[in-house]
């Protein structure tokens, strides 16, 4: 199994797309964690979106923060309400145990407090971005709210490097929502226009998806290890976005990149 493994990632490790290479080349899939620390060392945030509650998903990223900790990488960004930021550094000091944290049932798990666990072992700063469920009703979005978050503590904290993990409709680069009153949707997208100075980066990820579902996971699905395939304007949007009531939109004006299992 270890050399079929092995053999795989040599046959990827020539794949990934330069920055001069043509739009209209195939999707190639290339290491996902090799991908993402690429992109740690280069961006001041990434956004890496996920499915909740996928135990999978949770022990990647885990994986990936001791390196990125090495790489630079200060702060993780977390979809857990912001007036629960003082529990979440109470947990991050040691002083209290995970369960003192509310997480939202839609994403509470095990895995996930594993992940808290994780993050504290790292030395990383940990950032309750979520607007509180109790102002779900203001005038501003969650989107807005999270994007605001980050972009106080970078202007508190100039060499910050985050690592922003949200559900995947969270990270995309943009959302326009066919609800004529919604604005446009992302924390990206509010974020670029609060502070333009800032390289950003989106990754999406495809698990568990059923056949026919997304052509991503339909093509590179079931893997030895999760691979990232970086989009191009001829890439086809991901198969969440099928559940989302936004304008079409295709896999490059989503996301930069999608991560397959």
């Known amino acids: 199994m270890m050399k079929r493994i092995i053999v795989f990632f ?3 490790a020539a794949a990934l797309p330069t920055p001069g290479t043509d739009a209209s080349v195939a999707m190639r899939p290339v290491p996902a964690e090799r991908f993402v620390m690429a992109r740690i060392q280069t961006h001041d945030a990434v956004f890496l979106g996920t499915r909740h509650r996928r135990p999978k998903l949770l022990q990647f990223l885990g994986n990936l923060l001791t390196r990125a900790s090495r790489e ?7 979809e857990i309400a912001s007036d629960q ?8 000091a040691g002083t209290d145990g995970p369960e003192q944290i509310r997480i939202d049932s839609n994403i509470d798990c095990d895995a996930y407090r594993q992940f808290l666990v994780q993050i504290r072992a790292c030395g990383l700063k940990a950032m309750a971005l979520d607007l509180p469920r109790g102002n ?5 979005t969650r ?4 994007a605001r978050q980050i972009a106080d503590t970078f202007s508190g904290n100039p060499g910050a490097r985050f690592l922003v993990v949200v559900g995947n ?3 995309l680069k943009r959302i326009q929502w066919l609800a004529p009153n919604l604005p446009a949707g992302g924390i990206r997208h509010t974020l670029s226009r609060l502070r333009p100075d800032l390289r950003l980066f989106s990754v999406a990820q495809s698990i568990d998806e059923l056949p026919g579902r997304c052509p991503y996971a339909d093509r590179f699905g079931r893997t030895p290890a999760p691979v990232a395939i970086i989009t191009t304007p001829l890439s086809p949007p991901p198969g969440f976005l099928r559940l989302a009531a936004a304008m079409p939109m295709t896999g490059y004006e989503a996301v930069d990149a999608v991560i397959v299992y």
């Not at 779900?136 to 501003?140: D, F, G, K, P, R």
């Open 10 to 12: 040599a046959a990827l």
């Open 72 to 78: 630079g990488l200060t702060h993780v960004g977390l």
């Open 85 to 92: 930021q003082t529990r979440l550094d109470r947990f991050m």
């Open 136 to 140: 779900w009703s203001s005038a501003i």
């Open 143 to 146: 989107d807005q709210w999270m």
């Open 169 to 171: 409709l969270h990270a």
